[in-house]
């Protein structure tokens, strides 16, 4: 694990929603090597959400240093920020995660039209990009051809989830971010969706970062990560504000 | 791709899109129906006289006098004598003229004393000839040829005998039912004043007043019967055709300082443009009317994509986690309200010539408006592309408002 090359590096990062709320991120330092399974777990409002957002250069942070795939993305632009995301970074959310008014499989390939990057792999196999989305929604038990065309408010939630992971897969991201993406399953049904997702980021060699407060969930990671352990915000930033759109 | 996700969000939402689309629709259509009508009714009235140069009459208003001769509306002003028509009748630039006596009616229809000279010269729609559709001109003192819709509405035919009335007006005192007329001729139909007239000869309507004098009416009876000659008496007004259009204002300046009674001469075009100037003010404030309801059309827009924007954050989240940048968040929404202004405008063009196609016979029988069916006009394009861009304008308030979420929220997806 230690021979791998870092996929996330921080250091000394310092974030606040506003220049005059308090500070929710202060990290020192935190490393995740490539192909790494992390499991992040803290209590609600501790930042987690926050962090991700950091992590995927939604926001960039206050002060400090964070490098993804060995980029500094704190020194890019708002543009170049959107693009690597898009290149490199697949995300599943807790809930609501599809666009209401596209099918199953214009969901899947939505991360192919943002980035030309993740189309090219995707289609790599010279199949083209709908053929990787159902092989995709294959491995999940989502392929069903009447299910494809189907509009996305007509699926079950544990459906909608899986749909979602094959949106975060699509493209071969190196980078899989999961903000408590099994919350609103059932146990049986949360135990099939980590099966899957490791499975493919095995497969792929992805990383694999996972935020939840479900503690049991732990043990089927390489690491946990006690988000309270990391993070310890004392006090207000007075450094100018970085934050950029 | 972002306008693909702006159609299929739009499709999503088909009835909110739709309604909204309706009203500006329905605004559209008002606007460009409104401008539509005011052009062609200016049109109409400026091709009614195409070919006369002069509108010569009894001293009064040149407004008034070419309402009151061409398009009947509004009394006939004093009658001018026979010899004074004569006089300027025979000047050496007068190509041609007609003579035009108004006063009575026949159930609400103008009947106009004229001479064959009307159905030689008289232009409409440009350049067309008047057509009889049946029967033949008048010839005798107890012809008459009528109108389109004179015909029409009160179902005569050639052959069939009309009594005609003293005044204007449905109800008459006195009928001149002693001298009745006999319908030689149906002409076609116009779309201009003429489908609303009753045409008689100029002598024909002297044998009608010379027996209410002689008959009926006891203040001439005390007076005596005045000579009989073979002249009319009188006319209204007269059109006049000059042998060329350059000697227009000095005809006009003779007609005014004509020495035997106060006449008045006006040139058609010039007098129209008075009535234009009279007729702006209403019109703008139609137009200002229904520039309005075009913002009132816009604002549902706006009102339905702003109560959208709330429940669509989480949607806005999504899209920035796949990497979508804040500048395609907001070309998204404005793309939206481009596609529903666009939409709006093509359905109210599209009414607008269903409108105009199934109402053009009623507009022509009822309003005497002949509207033609064509391409718009640089107007209308204008009014259509000041509407797009008030679309668009809206559309970046709702916009910007997205743009500003998807900054402030990042990826927080807020439940
Ligand atoms: N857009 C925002 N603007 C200002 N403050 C915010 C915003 N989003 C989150 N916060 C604040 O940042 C803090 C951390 O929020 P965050 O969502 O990261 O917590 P979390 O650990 O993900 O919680 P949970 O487990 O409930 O999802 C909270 O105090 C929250 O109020
Ligand atoms: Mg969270």
Not at chain 1, 158 to 172: E, K, N
Not at chain 2, 73 to 96: F, M
């Amino acid at each position: 694990m230690s021979v791998a090359a870092p996929v996330i590096e921080l250091s000394n990062v310092r974030f606040s929603w506003t220049a005059a709320s308090p500070v929710v991120i202060d990290i020192e330092s935190l490393r995740i090597d490539e192909a790494e399974r992390v499991f992040l777990r803290g209590p609600s409002g501790s930042g987690k959400s926050t962090l991700l957002s950091l992590l995927a250069g939604v926001m960039v942070p206050r002060t400090g240093g964070i490098r993804v795939l060995g980029q500094d993305i704190g020194r890019m632009g708002g543009a170049a920020r959107d693009r690597f995301r898009a290149d490199h970074i697949g995300f599943i959310f807790q809930m609501f995660n599809l666009i209401p008014y596209l099918s199953v499989l214009e969901n899947v390939c939505l991360p192919c039209g943002f980035s030309a990057t993740r189309g090219a792999r995707a289609s790599g196999g010279g199949t083209g990009i709908e053929a990787e989305a159902i092989r995709l929604l294959e491995h999940l038990d989502m392929a069903d051809a009447a299910l494809l065309r189907r509009s996305v408010n007509a699926l079950s939630v544990g459906q909608q989830q899986r749909v979602a992971a094959a949106r975060a897969l699509i493209g071969r991201p190196e980078l899989v971010i999961a903000d408590e993406p099994t919350s609103s399953l059932d146990e049986d049904r949360r135990a099939a969706f980590l099966d899957l997702l490791f499975r493919e980021c095995e497969q792929r060699h992805a990383t694999l970062i996972f935020v939840s407060h479900d503690a049991s969930l732990g043990s089927r990671f390489d690491r946990v990560i006690p988000f309270g352990e990391i993070n310890r915000p004392s006090g207000a930033v007075n450094a100018p504000d970085r934050r950029k759109p | 791709m972002i306008a693909g996700l702006a159609v299929k969000s739009l499709r999503n939402r088909k009835f909110t899109a739709a309604l909204t689309t309706l009203s500006i629709a329905l605004s559209v259509l008002l606007l460009l129906g409104v401008e539509r009508i005011r052009h062609e009714s200016r049109e109409s009235f400026t091709a009614t006289i195409s070919g006369t140069d002069l509108v010569v009459g009894a001293r009064t208003s040149p407004v008034n006098l070419l309402l009151s001769a061409v398009f009947h509306i509004g009394n006939a002003t004093n009658n001018i004598e026979w010899k004074s028509y004569r006089a300027i009748a025979d000047r050496p630039d007068v190509a041609w003229t007609i003579p035009l006596s108004l006063g009575d009616s026949h159930r609400g229809y103008r009947v106009l004393g004229t001479t064959p000279a009307y159905f030689e010269h008289l232009r409409f729609a440009r350049d067309r000839t008047l057509v009889l559709e049946q029967g033949r001109p008048f010839d005798g003192e107890q012809d008459a040829v009528l109108g389109a819709d004179v015909a029409q509405s009160l179902k005569y035919r050639v052959g069939d005998s009309i009594v005609i009335a003293h005044g204007a007006g449905d109800v008459s005192f006195t009928l001149h039912d002693e001298h009745p007329f006999r319908v030689t001729g149906i002409l076609a139909r116009t779309g201009t004043p003429v489908d609303r007239t009753v045409h008689v000869t100029l002598a024909g309507l002297d044998a009608v007043h010379k027996e209410v004098e002689s008959g009926e009416d006891p203040l001439a009876a005390i007076i005596g019967t005045r000579q009989r000659t073979d002249a009319p008496r009188a006319v209204t007004a007269f059109l006049v055709g000059l042998k060329s259009r350059g000697a227009a204002l000095s005809a006009q300046r003779a007609v005014n300082e004509y020495e035997g009674e106060p006449l008045t001469a006006v040139l058609p075009g010039v007098a129209l443009q008075e009535v234009w100037e009279i007729t702006g003010a209403v019109e703008k404030s139609l137009f200002a009317v229904s520039a309005l309801v075009v913002v009132v059309g816009l604002s549902g827009m706006l009102v339905s994509l702003l109560t959208s924007l709330g429940e669509r954050r989480r949607e806005m989240a999504v899209l920035r986690s796949l990497g979508a940048r804040p500048v395609q968040i907001f070309s998204l929404i404005l793309g939206e309200a481009a596609s529903l202004t666009a939409m709006g405008i093509m359905l109210g063009a599209i009414a607008l010539y269903a409108g105009l196609l199934a109402g053009r016979s009623w507009l022509e029988s009822r309003l005497g408006l002949y509207v033609a069916v064509s391409w718009p006009s640089a107007a209308e394009w204008e009014l259509v592309a000041l509407v797009a861009a008030a679309g668009l304008l809206i559309g970046l308030i709702p916009a910007w408002r997205s743009y500003r979420y998807s900054l402030a929220d990042g990826m927080i997806v807020r439940f």
